[in-house]
């Protein structure tokens, strides 16, 4: 197990990665600098003889593996293309589900900036037979004018008028 079981470690932090099995050892070419960013790591000793002596922390921990490494990756790589096949099935499934509902919007035409008088819906119905070829069939035209503020403006009105009876 990881750290034998991590007894040193404090609950908050069991399971984590943490390393406790660690261990001071002599490192003769390190010094303070090299531990600049972890001081805490880094110790000195005077030998019975007087001569100073430098120590390290080491972890005897396994660490990282390339196994381990490899399996994640290929987690990852799974994930990945089991998202990208499952968004596949779902734009499929859409466009299914779109094409096996037909709605008004599948057989409407919205006309932009039409001329001011042009509010007859026989005149669109033949303007649309000779204007488009054998293989157009109108079956029903009708026209509507973008009049939100006077059908606001009449409801307004009813409401008033039965606030009156």
Not at 38 to 63: M, Q
């Amino acid at each position: 197990e990881y750290s034998n079981g991590q007894e040193d470690v404090e609950l908050s932090l069991k399971g984590s990665a943490v390393c406790t099995l660690q261990e001071f050892v002599p490192c003769p070419d390190c010094t303070l600098n090299d531990f600049e960013n972890a001081p805490h790591r880094f110790a000195t000793a005077t030998s019975f003889y007087g001569v100073e002596l430098n120590f390290v922390v080491k972890n005897f921990c396994d660490g990282a593996k390339l196994s381990l490494g490899l399996v994640n990756y290929f987690t990852l790589l799974v994930l990945i293309v089991g998202m990208a096949l499952i968004n596949r099935h779902l734009r499929q499934q859409e466009i299914k589900m779109d094409e096996d509902e037909q709605t008004a919007q599948d057989y409407s035409i919205v006309i932009s900036n039409p001329p001011p008088d042009a509010t007859d819906p026989d005149e669109w119905k033949r303007f649309f037979d000779t204007n488009f070829g054998p293989g157009v069939h109108v079956t029903c035209c009708t026209v509507g004018k973008d009049n939100n503020r006077l059908v606001r403006a009449l409801v307004r009105r009813r409401e008033i008028l039965l606030k009156l009876k």
